[in-house]
């Protein structure tokens, strides 16, 4: 049997959020996807849907979820996260923290929020440095 994956436009029918982290298992990442997920009612409410990207593996993902689960108290983690291990995607995007880097040696990702209006233009870019958490308060704000 052949599968296909559907391609939803983040802004369908309403505003879009992509927000990128360094890697998974970080505290500070891990933390900032529990309240993410605690949000997603109220940014539900808003017509906005939310997608994340990580320099990690979909299988390193898969387990990172769980933590983000558990340091929550959570079901779920609803919303997808992009796997970027070449970092093709933070590259094409300009979010390597040029002063951060990795075990290897390699840039890490910086913490980028992109919004994306339902015109599907952008509305508010910000680069945080990879060690530096942001709060989602204000971003349900704008």
């Known amino acids: ?5 559907r391609r939803v436009p ?6 879009g959020i992509f927000f990128t982290h360094p890697a998974d298992y970080t505290p500070v990442c891990t933390t900032e996807l529990s309240m993410v997920q ?3 009612p109220e940014f539900t409410k808003r017509k906005v849907k939310m ?6 593996s979909v299988s390193d993902h898969g387990g990172w979820c769980e933590d983000i689960k558990a ?20 590259v ?11 075990a290897a040696g390699l840039p890490l990702t910086a913490r980028a929020v992109f919004i994306v209006g339902p015109d ?3 509305k508010l870019s910000i680069l945080y440095p990879a060690t530096t958490g942001r709060n989602f308060d204000e971003l349900l704000r704008v």
């Open 38 to 40: 605690k949000m997603v």
């Open 1 to 5: 049997k052949q599968w296909y994956q």
């Open 92 to 102: 094409k995007f300009g979010m390597l923290d040029p002063d951060e880097k990795d």
């Open 51 to 56: 997608i994340a990207l990580s320099c990690n």
């Open 120 to 122: 599907k233009k952008l």
């Open 10 to 15: 983040i802004t369908a029918g309403g505003w």
């Open 71 to 90: 340091h929550g108290n959570l079901e779920e983690v609803s919303f997808p996260i992009i796997e970027d291990p070449s970092r093709d995607l933070a």
